[in-house]
């Protein structure tokens, strides 16, 4: 029989001539539950804690450093500064080399180099050779924080970016919250060099656990290392004014930590607090919430978008700054615990941002953005230390509240400038409510009532100086919080400036009560002109801002307002130490 009479060559023909489906793209890169995301998170995260613990491990050793060589707070500072410092002088550098021979090795090269350095640490025989090798230590380290971003942006796919980027974080996190925790105790009973070693110890465990969970990069390219090809890749990064602007956010936030953790061993350590080395060291596991917050920035994006999320950032670090004021211990381990999470918040949004925004040369975006952040920290420590020692806890708060303040001035601008290329509406008007919608936001105002009711207990647990700070440290959170332009986020600003506006009026006004022994009457009085002048001004100042600069020239005015407030209970609790009516602040 033919093939034609079968009709064989008739269907082989018809099946040939049918154009073939395309076949659907198959993605490589990790992504949660795939393969090789989890032993990829785990070695990020082990190398995060390896990175954090060496490089601070003397943060909260400072008052021993400083008593075993007889030197002051800012002098035993540098040895945590010239660590960030080199590091941050070196991740450029380091980075290029990334792109030429690849992000594990030299990874994995920075980290041998830096936990070698780590177990020499204990055997400094001065202040000098100290310094020299944690500067040297900073910048062997320098090959990682970069490289670890850009092999996350190169082998994670983009939806899973800011969660492993926020994991590689919150390794950051713990290995800080280790770090000083371990030395704390360590060193109480054997000395500040048995406390380094053993960080040092530890740190080789994970290094060596980071080289053997580490997937092989699938999508790397080798690049050139030509100076004229890197100088050319830096220059279009330094151009690019969201690059500038998440490099300056990433410094600025961590200006605030580095100062605030450089010195708060020396504030706890001594009066009013007064406490054992061991416990001060343990103030650190406040770094455990860091380990939330950087792990939920990914949803924290999702739900406000990348300016909110840096708003709320800088609003609960800009909270926990005023609240650490007040002499009672409990609220200053609150403020420290707003200002981790904040701080890990924001650098988690702010790192990842950046690797997502560079679509050329990452590890170089990543360095640049590195070396800020780190020149923060040295910064941070640097100016945190000569402010403490100028002005005590109060001057290293007051350089805190500069930086958040950049943040927000920042953040705004990026708002701005997205309304102007049309990406985002004008910051000023992205809601047009109508007016009864507008009006009812005032039933926030029921907030009040209930905040206002509740000053008397929270006089009675945190005294009248702490319930002020408590108050202002609200307010100046949901001014920071009403800059966003979102809507939800605006309403819980509008909800904290309430809540706290009525708390601290509360507690002064029945403080004028209790404090006049004679014509309370006209006492109250006083106080009441003051209450309204202050409206009246409030009023007119407020509106000319918002003419001039729209509602962030508001915000400016209220901020200053509370750092008014926040210097005027300052100076209250210490006129209460020199009379012996508690203790300094």
Do not use: K
Not at 57 to 82: C, E, G, K
Not at 420 to 444: C, D, I, N
Not at 487 to 510: D, K, Q
Not at 547 to 555: F, I, L, M, N
């Amino acid at each position: 029989m033919t093939p034609a009479s079968t009709g064989a060559s008739t269907r082989v023909d018809a099946v040939a001539s049918v154009p073939s489906a395309p076949q659907p793209s198959v993605e490589t890169r990790m992504s949660p539950g795939g393969p090789g995301y989890r032993r990829m998170s785990l070695a990020l995260f082990l190398a995060g804690v390896a990175t954090f613990a060496l490089l601070y491990s003397t943060q909260a050793l400072l008052p021993l450093v400083s008593s075993d060589f007889a030197v002051s707070a800012s002098d035993a500072s540098w040895t945590v500064s010239a660590a960030t410092g080199g590091l941050a002088l070196f991740v450029l550098p380091m980075s290029a080399l990334s792109e030429r021979f690849g992000r594990r090795t030299v990874m994995t090269t920075s980290l041998a180099v830096a936990v070698t350095l780590g177990l020499l640490v204990p055997f400094a025989p001065s202040l000098g050779a100290l310094v020299a090798l944690r500067a040297l230590q900073g910048a062997a380290l320098a090959g990682l924080p970069a490289s670890a971003t850009a092999y996350l942006a190169e082998e994670v796919t983009p939806r899973a970016l800011v969660t492993a980027i926020g994991l590689f974080v919150a390794g950051n996190s713990v290995g800080g919250m280790s770090g000083r925790v371990i030395t704390g105790w360590v060193a109480q009973e054997w000395g500040w060099r048995a406390a380094v070693g053993v960080i040092g110890l530890v740190a080789v465990a994970c290094a060596v656990a980071f080289r053997m969970l580490l997937p092989v990069p699938r999508h790397f390219e080798a690049g050139s290392l030509a100076p004229r090809v890197l100088a050319g890749t830096v220059r279009r990064h330094l151009g690019n004014p969201l690059l500038r602007r998440l490099f300056a956010i990433g410094a600025l936030f961590m200006t605030v930590f580095g100062g605030v953790y450089t010195v708060i061993g020396y504030r706890l350590t001594e009066e009013p607090f007064s406490l054992p080395q061991g416990v001060a060291g343990s103030v650190f596991l406040v770094y455990l919430v860091g380990t939330v917050s950087a792990s939920a920035a990914g949803r924290l994006v999702g739900r406000l978008g990348r300016r909110g999320a840096l708003y709320a950032g800088g609003a609960t670090t800009a909270a926990g700054l005023l609240l650490s004021l007040a002499d009672t211990l409990p609220l200053v381990l609150l403020g420290l615990v707003l200002i981790t999470a904040g701080f890990f918040a924001g650098h988690a949004v702010a790192s990842s941002a950046v690797g997502r925004t560079a679509t050329e040369g990452r590890a170089q975006a990543a360095a640049l953005y590195q070396s800020a952040y780190y020149i923060g920290s040295s910064a941070g420590s640097a100016v945190g230390a000569l402010a403490f020692h100028a002005g005590g806890w109060s001057g290293t708060v007051a350089v805190g509240l500069v930086a958040v303040a950049g943040v927000a001035a920042i953040t705004l601008a990026g708002t701005r400038a997205a309304a102007r290329t049309g990406e985002a509406a004008p910051a000023e008007e992205p809601f047009s409510l109508p007016q009864g919608v507008a009006g009812s936001v005032f039933l926030v105002y029921l907030v009040g009532t209930v905040s206002a009711s509740a000053a008397g207990r929270l006089v009675g647990r945190l005294g009248r100086r702490g319930a002020l700070y408590a108050g202002g440290a609200t307010t100046a959170a949901g001014l920071l919080l009403s800059l966003a332009d979102t809507l939800p986020l605006v309403l819980l600003g509008l909800v904290l400036i309430t809540a706290g506006f009525f708390a601290g009026h509360a507690v002064a006004s029945s403080a004028v009560g209790r404090t006049a022994t004679e014509g309370r009457a006209q006492a109250a009085a006083l106080y009441q002109s003051a209450y309204y002048i202050g409206s009246s001004a409030g009023s007119a100042v407020g509106a000319l801002a918002f003419h001039a600069g729209g509602w962030s020239g508001t915000v400016a005015v209220g901020l200053v307002a509370v750092a008014g407030v926040a210097a005027i209970t300052l100076a209250g609790t210490r006129a209460a130490a020199r009379t012996g009516e508690a203790a300094p602040a």
